[in-house]
T-cell receptor, first 111, second 113 residues
Framework: GENVEQHPSTLSVQEGDSAVIKCTYS??????FPWYKQELGKRPQLIID?????GEKKDQRIAVTLNKTAKHFSLHITETQPEDSAVYFC??????????FGTGTQLKVEL | DTAVSQTPKYLVTQMGNDKSIKCEQN?????MYWYKQDSKKFLKIMFS???????INETVPNRFSPKSPDKAHLNLHINSLELGDSAVYFC????????????FGQGTRLTVV
């Protein structure tokens, strides 16, 4: 089955700095890679996703890159703000079903 | 208006009891899931139903039994609760075969004492 590794497990940045979270996956058949943000006590919510036919996608301060050959993908957050503080999960799946989640990254944006 | 709703939000119960968590989605999706999130925040899939048919059944104790009366509902019944069952259980839904997001419910925090 799919195995997703995520690093780092915790990340502290100063407000305004960039944050990068990296994930690797094992199943070369996976073709869907979403990123979820989970605020304390809340549900995971999708912030951005990328499909295997695309190498990069950007949405305002958030961008995701995918390297299919190396089987890794990354989340980039620029100009971080305190409200970006949360746990971020990467995931990998096939056809959007049975997502396998990474172990999560606790991002803390300090003032 | 809530897309995926699950009840109850909190559940405190004693060891050995049987409890159920209910989930409903109004997104018209045909696939629903149960995820378990432990104290370390790991999100692990437990079950998945597509059009009321069980399609994913990960290594979960037999004490856990999902039931899907229709594609908009997926309930989780847990027998003989154990301390290790304490976790947050999330229901989610998506459309099968499409690379689109899974929507999560608000979670049920189960505490077994």
């Amino acid at each position: 089955g799919e195995n997703v590794e995520q690093h780092p497990s915790t990340l502290s940045v100063q407000e305004g700095d960039s944050a990068v979270i990296k994930c690797t996956y094992s199943d070369s058949a996976s073709n869907y890679f979403p990123w979820y943000k989970q605020e304390l006590g809340k549900r995971p919510q999708l912030i951005i996703d990328i499909r295997s036919n695309v190498g990069e996608k950007k949405d305002q301060r958030i961008a995701v890159t995918l390297n299919k050959t190396a089987k890794h993908f990354s989340l980039h957050i620029t100009e971080t703000q305190p409200e970006d503080s949360a746990v971020y999960f990467c995931a990998a799946g096939l056809g959007g079903n049975k997502l396998t989640f990474g172990t999560g990254t606790q991002l803390k944006v300090e003032l | 208006d809530t897309a995926v709703s699950q009840t109850p939000k909190y559940l405190v119960t004693q060891m050995g009891n049987d409890k159920s968590i209910k989930c409903e989605q109004n997104l018209g999706h045909d696939t629903m899931y149960w995820y378990k999130q432990d104290s370390k925040k790991f999100l692990k899939i437990m079950f998945s139903y597509n059009n009321k048919e069980l399609i994913i059944n990960e290594t979960v104790p037999n004490r856990f039994s999902p039931k899907s009366p229709d594609k908009a509902h997926l309930n989780l019944h847990i027998n003989s609760l154990e301390l290790g069952d304490s976790a947050v259980y999330f229901c989610a839904s998506s459309q099968w075969g499409r690379n689109t997001e899974a929507f999560f419910g608000q979670g049920t925090r189960l505490t077994v004492v």
